[in-house]
């Protein structure tokens, strides 16, 4: 079959599996591809394999026209750009009518972070959670202590808590591994939380349902608990804790993580490591957000920068 007889959600599907096997990408990573890809496809009144330069363009300044951010523009052009260079190593094109298009840039946005003090409302509002108490104190206690990503904690394999962890084996992006040290409180929460969890999972299997290899199990399909699950536990924690929710979410704990530890005295590069950024430079932001927070400090506190 010929390159111009492929439907245009077979070039996706192709492209996605060598993406997967080639480059060992990320669900989420496959994911955003997907959505892109077929979002330019169905703006699309042709093939793929026909679309130049100019196609390419418009479908930009059309994406601009609906409001789409920069993240989102760039996002898709890097993504039309994935494909076609895929297209040109298959041979299924002799061009890549998107590489000479620069990207419209992205905002560059200071991540939001939390104070200390937000993050003690947070953490006093789970150990007094009504409700699973054991499992949210584990949770929060874990995110806060290692900045993982919110993934990479609620699949959390179980046997990474065995025998009490001073460090935890993360597996993070790209299916790659770091270790991350545990705080005396993360690793009280955690035995505590699989003492409950192992005695409530020997009942279970006593009706005879199967062991979960998960530290944060589920019946649902995936197994452990969902993204949107703890996305929606955090948000009850900050009204419970009074702090903003619109504050508050997984990620912006991650950020507290990084920003309260380079506050703290630790280097760029451990921080990179425990965050398990490929590249410092993505670390580097954490610097900027602490020179905001140390402005913001100057102008609210010295008398100089007082009214008179």
């Known amino acids: 079959m010929s390159a111009s007889e492929r439907p245009n959600a077979n070039w996706i599907q192709a492209f996605l599996e060598a993406q997967?096997?080639?480059l060992d990408a990320a669900t989420n990573t496959q994911l955003a591809y997907a959505r892109d890809l077929t979002?330019?496809?169905?703006?699309?009144?042709?093939?793929?394999?026909?679309?130049?330069?100019?196609?390419?363009?418009?479908?930009?300044?059309?994406?601009?026209?609906?409001?789409?951010?920069?993240?989102?523009?760039?996002?898709?052009?890097?993504?039309?750009k994935q494909i076609y260079r895929f297209a040109f190593e298959e041979g299924w094109r002799d061009d890549n009518p998107a590489i000479q298009i620069s990207g419209p840039g992205r905002d560059k946005r200071l991540p939001k972070t939390l104070s200390h003090e937000e993050v003690d409302a947070l953490l006093g509002a789970a150990r007094a959670a009504p409700k699973d108490t054991l499992r949210t104190t584990c949770l929060m206690e874990l995110l806060y202590a290692t900045g993982m990503r919110v993934t990479e904690l609620?699949?959390?394999p179980v046997a990474a808590a065995r025998g009490d962890p001073r460090m935890l084996l993360v597996r993070g992006k790209?299916?790659?591994?770091?270790?991350?040290p545990l705080s005396p409180p993360a690793r009280t929460a955690t035995a505590t939380w699989l003492a409950a969890r192992d005695e409530a999972e020997e009942a279970a299997v006593k009706d005879g349902a199967p062991r979960s290899k998960f530290l944060f199990p589920s019946r649902g399909k995936l197994g452990h608990l969902t993204r949107q699950s703890f996305f929606n536990l955090i948000k009850d924690l900050a009204v419970a804790g009074s702090v903003s929710p619109a504050k508050v979410t997984p990620h912006t704990l991650r950020h507290a993580f990084a920003t309260h530890?380079?506050?703290?005295?630790?280097?760029?590069?451990?921080?990179?490591?425990?965050?398990?950024h490929a590249d410092v430079a993505t670390t580097e932001i954490y610097t900027h957000v602490l020179d905001e927070r140390l402005k913001e400090l100057v102008l609210d506190h010295h008398p100089l920068a007082q009214d008179d």
Request: aromatic residues 8%; glycine residues 8%; hydrophobic residues 40%.
């Open 174 to 180: 790209g299916d790659k591994e770091r270790m991350v």
């Open 39 to 80: 979002a330019f496809s169905d703006w699309l009144d042709g093939h793929f394999s026909t679309v130049t330069q100019s196609d390419v363009e418009r479908y930009l300044i059309w994406c601009d026209d609906q409001g789409l951010a920069k993240s989102t523009r760039a996002r898709r052009l890097s993504a039309i």
């Open 20 to 22: 997967a096997a080639e």
């Open 154 to 156: 609620v699949s959390l």
């Open 261 to 276: 530890l380079l506050a703290g005295g630790a280097d760029l590069r451990s921080i990179q490591t425990l965050l398990g």
